[in-house]
């Protein structure tokens, strides 16, 4: 009887069925569905499309002019690591002639922030680029595991916003930069311009779909190279290319109202995959009727550029919203701390020093 | 409980129970009609429209309105019952005249024609001859199937895949070929949700167009505050949030193909819950007429005594849901926890205007005819890369080889001869200039994503005006209206 060696499963070559090919190159197995428009893509093609159409944004918008520093607001997530990958790569590849440096917010969220912050720091090895980290507890004198026993967890987000958005500016201000990039993703601008709707936010509603922002006031400007960038793909993205990112949900819960719209754009998702696209598309096509002038009524108008009269920071009105934000934690604050309390660290802390314990 | 509206001296029971304020039928009654009758009475237009005008006018000059009544959509009936007893009021106080005419449009499918006129004779026999005076109701059907059949010229609309540009090949209809309107649905539309976007897209074109060809003065719609919210919040899932403002629009003359009309379009029920409209309907035993009226009755409402569970079915699949289906069961769930959600969509909707135009020329959509303001095509192709990866090996070089030879790709090959067999007439065809494709963003991702093979046969927009000898009078019951009289043999037209 003569021999036959067992087949290998392993290296036998696998032949793809026509249904399963890619549906760009008809050439290569497909492994996604591309969440944007349900095509069936290779790894390949998948990140092709991936990285030109990110580069297409930044071409068409004019986002970046040689010789430019670009702050990249990192906080170790998937949609800021990826944007910083894909800067640096875009940029060789392309040579946009830009200078990319990576600037970090500690809020100070203990067990969430401290541990996304050492994703960033390795992120920093990893793509050689400099990193500057700003806390909250230099620049405000609260950390936002103090706030959040202050003011409550309701309203974490409104505290967090704002201060974030003010850090990001001073720390790009200190560092001499006037370009901030951030890793807003195209289900985020859908879900403001929903949002903005829905409560009715007639101020934000024009400029909510805007890449670039800035006042006529500030050095610093803000831009968007993932406005039409699904979350999902950014996700497929980082998986595809091993990126080492840090996954855990804030652990202040995101805002309520949030939820309910969010929920909302995934049913839609289920049935019209383009719907964040095509609720960017509408965004970007709402105008608002010009006011009716009343000359009886004083209106005190909106000056782009007006600064607060407490810190210098650009505002609205004469007091900027992190300064009366801080005005009513001031007063709430304990007059007496124990030494070493731990008290007032987040949640997240707790979950993490579970996650640790074993048998 | 008492009615917080009544005077004091004699309260009635309250029954219903709306924006934190309780009311008994009349006074419940009273508020929905002063609601309605406020937005008829917006502006001057309007108000010269409804108003009885002395020296009274002469014959022929009295506005004409159109009132699109759908027997499956509660806003439209109940509208025409508070429109009905102003017209009573006005024939009472003016001397047998009244101020305005009504032509009501009733937009049916071939499968239910017999219900609708039936319901619509009942309606008539039971409510509008009580006004007692003729000439002033006329009542029109029209065939939604009949939406091609009467076309003279269809344009075949494709898209490119590989860069969204819109190309059509027209071409004429001879009798002996008539498109229907449902095998076409049935046979371009991927899904449920295109299906019934198509389908609305057809039933308004279709009101506006009748309302220009019968020379009406103004559209009112039924739509309530809910129905508004929900339209105005779908149209900017669906990409078409630049039309949210001529949606609204009840000041300008309204446009169609490029032409001006002499009428306007208005929603008197606008400062109306959908809610407050079923328990009206409810307390005016208005839901018999209503075609799913067991359904109706199930509707959420304001009632006190009767509290019913939501109307969608819990149990379907968001999947098989519509996006416009979506939408609704959104504001059912929230509606209990931020209760101000539906009036301040309308309210900041009511805020916007027509965006600035990014076009050469002025320029409408093929499709649902609304005007356009940046190049779709342009736009999405900036933002979409639909190029591929390089063939690289010998492996990959036969896999596609076997694609081009299965079924997917002669598909794919048979869509490519079509794309450019159509090009290739595009660029013959010298009028090009005049004959410049365009759709909305919305209906191209439409034709893009939900329907098969990313093309469609759609009525040419200068032949739409053809369709409407589909419309027919209904001559019987126009004939009771005008003759007090039920004449029951005469046969149904």
């Known amino acids: 009887m003569s021999f036959s060696a067992p087949s290998d499963p392993v290296n036998r070559p696998t032949k793809v069925k026509v249904s399963q090919l890619c549906e760009l190159c008809h050439s290569r197995k497909a492994l996604i569905k591309r969440p944007k428009n349900l095509s069936k893509l290779c790894k390949q093609c998948f990140c092709l499309v991936f990285e030109t159409e990110i580069h297409n944004t930044i071409v068409t918008n004019s986002l970046f002019q040689r010789g430019e520093r670009i702050a990249v607001g990192a906080s170790g997530g998937k949609d800021s690591t990826v944007l910083a990958h894909m800067l640096k790569l875009l940029n060789d590849r392309h040579d946009y002639g830009i200078e990319i440096v990576l600037l970090s917010i500690d809020e100070g969220i203990v067990g969430y922030r401290d541990d996304s912050l050492a994703t960033v720091k390795r992120n920093q090895q990893q793509y050689g680029l400099p990193l500057e980290i700003f806390s909250f507890k230099d620049l405000y004198d609260w950390t936002m595991d103090e706030i959040v026993s202050v003011a409550g967890i309701r309203n974490s987000c409104t505290y967090c916003g704002v201060f974030r958005r003010q850090s990001l500016d001073r720390g790009a201000a200190k560092l001499g930069i006037s370009h901030v990039v951030t890793g807003h993703n195209a289900d985020d601008m859908a879900e403001t311009v929903l949002m903005n709707i829905l409560r009715g936010d007639v101020a934000r509603l024009e400029k909510s779909t805007a890449i670039i922002t800035q006042s006529s006031g500030s050095p610093i400007k803000r831009s968007k190279p993932f406005k039409y960038s699904y979350q999902k793909e950014i996700v497929l993205y980082a998986h595809y290319m091993k990126l080492d990112y840090f996954s855990t949900e804030c652990t202040y819960a995101p805002e309520a109202f949030r939820g309910t719209a969010r929920e909302y754009m995934k049913n839609l998702e289920a049935v019209r995959p383009s719907c964040i696209v095509d609720i960017i598309q509408s965004g970007e096509n709402l105008a608002l009727k010009a006011k009716k002038s009343n000359a009886k009524k004083r209106v005190v108008k909106f000056v782009d550029g007006n600064r607060c009269t407490k810190c210098g920071y650009l505002s609205s009105n004469s007091i900027c919203k992190a300064c009366m934000l801080l005005e009513g934690l001031e007063k709430s604050r304990a007059q007496v701390a124990i030494e070493n309390d731990t008290s007032t660290h987040s949640a997240a802390l707790k979950l993490r020093a579970l996650e640790k314990l074993s048998f | ?493």
């Open chain 2, 1 to 493: 409980m008492e009615c917080q509206r009544c005077p004091v001296s004699g309260r009635n029971l309250a029954t219903v129970e709306s924006r934190k304020e309780k009311f008994c039928d009349e006074c419940f009654i009273k508020f929905v009609s002063t609601k309605q009758r406020k937005q008829m009475m917006k502006d001057e237009f309007f108000r010269n429209l409804f108003k009885v005008l002395y020296p009274l006018e002469k014959e022929g000059s009295v506005a004409r309105i159109l009132l699109p009544l759908s027997l499956s959509d509660s806003g439209s009936l109940a509208m025409l019952d508070i429109v009905h007893d102003l017209l009573l009021e006005q024939v009472k106080q003016h001397n047998n005249h009244t101020g305005f005419t009504v032509d009501i449009l009733t937009i049916f499918t071939g499968e239910t024609v017999s219900i609708v006129k039936e319901r619509m004779e009942s309606l008539v026999k039971e409510k509008l001859l009580k006004l007692n005076k003729p000439n002033i109701y006329k009542v029109h059907f029209i065939d939604i199937n009949e939406f091609f059949s009467n076309t003279s010229r269809v344009s075949n609309l494709i898209i490119d895949d590989g860069n969204f540009e819109i190309f059509a090949k027209s071409k004429s209809v001879d009798s002996g070929s008539r498109l229907c309107l449902r095998e076409i649905l049935g046979e371009y539309c991927l899904n449920n949700s295109s299906r019934t976007d198509l389908t609305s897209i057809i039933k308004t074109q279709l009101i506006k167009h009748f309302a220009y060809e019968n020379d009406n003065d103004a559209i009112i719609w039924g739509h309530s505050m809910t129905k508004l919210s929900e339209v105005i919040i779908s149209l900017v899932v669906k990409g078409k949030g630049s039309q949210i403002a001529t949606f609204l629009d009840s000041e300008s003359f309204d446009t169609l193909d490029n032409r001006p009309c002499n009428y306007k379009n208005l929603y008197p029920m606008k400062d109306l819950l959908s809610v407050e409209i079923e328990s009206f309907l409810q307390i005016k035993s208005l839901t018999r007429f209503l075609i799913n009226f067991e359904e109706t009755n199930a509707k959420p409402n304001c009632l006190i005594a009767k509290k019913s569970s939501p109307l969608l079915d819990q149990q379907k699949l968001v999947k098989n849901m519509t996006i416009n289906e979506i939408t609704t069961k959104y504001f059912q769930d929230i509606q209990n926890d931020y209760s101000n959600i539906i009036s301040t969509v309308l309210r900041t909707a009511d805020k916007l205007t027509e965006p600035r135009s990014s076009m050469t020329k002025p320029s409408q959509c093929q499709i649902c005819q609304s005007k356009i303001y940046t190049d779709p095509s342009s736009w999405l192709d900036r933002i979409t890369v639909t190029s591929s990866c390089p063939i690289e090996t010998s492996e990959e070089e036969s896999a596609f080889k076997q694609w081009q030879d299965s079924k997917l790709g002669q598909s794919h090959t048979r869509y490519v001869e079509l794309l450019n067999e159509i090009k290739k007439d595009t660029a013959n065809n010298h009028d090009v200039d005049d004959k410049d494709v365009k759709l909305c963003y919305g209906c191209l991702i439409l034709l893009n994503t939900s329907v098969k093979d990313k093309n469609l046969i759609w009525p040419e927009v200068d032949t739409m005006s053809s369709l409407l000898s589909s419309t027919k009078d209904d001559k019987e019951l126009n004939e009771i209206l005008n003759q007090f009289e039920i004449n029951s043999d005469r046969e149904e037209c």
